[in-house]
């Protein structure tokens, strides 16, 4: 079993920034794509970004690219998502996911083995 708890929601302002963590605790020596989901109000849960498990490879929807990045550091079990100008549209609860079969960039929930309680980002206009 994989633990995934998500830290660094809250309410920013547009144009602002914000960085989450991902903190995995639980099965180790098992390597595993990392990904952030989000889900807007009323709306199903998207892709974001992912990373592979060396960190070389990233990948990102293209309604944040260039404006998020995607981190991890393996010996800490983190993963990070920094966000910056940051737009209402981004508001949604954010969720970090380990896929621990599929290949990295996935871009579908049911890839995803194990996620996290969900944190809140709200971004007021």
């Known amino acids: 079993q994989v633990q995934l708890a998500e830290s660094g929601g809250g309410l920013v302002q547009a144009g602002g920034s914000r960085r989450l963590s991902c903190a995995g605790s639980?099965?180790?020596?098992?390597?595993?794509?990392m990904a952030w989901f989000r889900q807007p109000p009323g709306k199903e849960r998207e892709f974001v970004a992912g990373i592979s498990w060396s960190g070389d490879k990233t990948y990102y929807a293209d309604s944040v690219k260039g404006r998020f990045t995607i981190s991890r550091v393996n010996a800490k079990n983190t993963v990070n998502l920094q966000m910056n100008n940051l737009k209402p549209e981004d508001t949604a609860v954010y969720y970090c996911?380990?896929?621990?079969?599929?290949?990295?960039?996935?871009?579908?929930?049911?890839?995803?083995?194990?996620w996290g309680q969900g944190t809140q980002v709200t971004v007021s206009s």
């Open positions: 996911a380990a896929a621990l079969y599929a290949p990295p960039g996935g871009t579908r929930v049911n890839e995803y083995d194990y």
């Open positions: 639980g099965r180790t020596g098992v390597t595993y794509a």
